[in-house]
């Protein structure tokens, strides 16, 4: 098991912003792209955004295009999610993942343990 340890997340009003944090804690796994996912009770976990291991290369669903940005950390360690302009609809739970890269959460071996991102309108 490779631990990714997620932190960040919580309340927050429409229109503001929140970063979540997501640290690999082996760095022999530091290849993997990360990944994260939401998911709200009853829905299957949603695509979100990933980012490549060496963060040049950066993919995000239509619905948080322009709004969402992941980056990572300089030793690769640590993948980030910045949420800015945040909507009632972007409450969920927000997973961070390690794997393979895509859009389907198959295509990822490895979990957080998930933190509560809620908006308030």
């Known amino acids: 098991q490779v631990p990714l340890v997620e932190s960040g997340g919580g309340l927050v009003q429409a229109g503001g912003s929140m970063r979540l944090s997501c640290t690999i804690s082996e760095r022999t796994y530091i290849g993997f792209t990360m990944g994260w996912f939401r998911q709200v009770p009853g829905k299957e976990r949603e695509f979100v955004a990933s980012?490549?291991?060496?963060?040049?290369?950066?993919s995000y669903a239509d619905s948080v295009k322009g709004r969402f940005t992941t980056s990572r950390s300089g030793d690769k360690t640590t993948a980030y999610l910045q949420m800015n302009n945040l909507k009632a609809e972007d409450t969920a739970v927000y997973y961070c993942a390690a794997g393979g890269g895509g859009d389907g959460p198959e295509s990822y071996v490895y979990w957080g343990q998930g933190t509560q991102v809620t908006v308030s309108s």
């Open positions: 980012i490549n291991w060496n963060g040049r290369t950066t």
